[in-house]
């Protein structure tokens, strides 16, 4: 996952992440596949937490109804991004 490499240590980019990809990294958290997708998500949201501004973002992303995507354009998205790769 290129955002990962792009957030360690780099404050601006965790909060431009963060201000923006929570809800996606927070759904891609929950795949599975031989890409090791979810596990890259997880990381990047651990990432993430290590900038203060960003961390309560995440903490927001785990509660239940605090996502902003429907299941449907998540899928879309997913599968757009999978075409792209």
């Not at 958290?29 to 998500?41: D, K």
């Not at 509660?63 to 902003?68: T, Y």
């Amino acid at each position: 996952m290129l955002f990962l490499g792009l957030c360690s240590g780099h404050a601006p980019s965790q909060e431009l992440v963060g201000e923006t990809m929570i809800p996606i990294v927070h759904k891609l958290e929950h795949m599975s596949s031989n890409t090791q997708i979810g596990s890259l998500a997880e990381n990047l949201m651990e990432v993430l937490c290590q900038n203060d501004k960003v961390s309560e973002q995440v903490r927001l992303a785990y509660l239940p109804l605090s996502s902003l995507l429907s299941y449907h354009t998540f899928a879309i998205w997913v599968m757009r991004a999978i075409d792209h790769a």
